[in-house]
């Protein structure tokens, strides 16, 4: 099938796949789908769902606190299981 898309050396996303097997998902959570989620359906969602420019998700990740409950918050309205993965 695809290869698995690319992340910039020394992002948060890369820390936490570079620490993967640290991650209690990662038996559950495959890499490619959580580089999906973090490159192309969390930013689409926070944009989309009222974020200001300060609540919209970054491709690279982030650990910034307010950024993480804004998606949590848009998760859980939601429904989806993806909120199961911040």
């Known amino acids: 099938m695809g290869t698995t898309p690319s992340v910039e050396r ?5 820390e936490v796949l570079e620490n993967w097997s640290k ?3 990662s038996h ?7 580089i999906l989620l ?4 969390w930013p689409f ?3 989309t769902r009222g974020g200001g420019p300060m609540d919209v998700w970054p491709p ?10 804004f998606l949590r ?8 299981q993806d909120v199961d993965q911040l």
């Open 10 to 14: 020394g992002t948060p996303l890369a």
């Open 73 to 80: 918050i848009i998760l859980e309205d939601a429904g989806t």
């Open 28 to 34: 559950t959570l495959k890499k490619k789908k959580l």
């Open 60 to 69: 690279k990740g982030t650990s910034k606190i307010h950024k993480l409950k």
């Open 45 to 47: 969602l926070t944009r």
């Open 23 to 25: 991650i209690p998902l």
């Open 38 to 41: 973090c490159q192309k359906e």
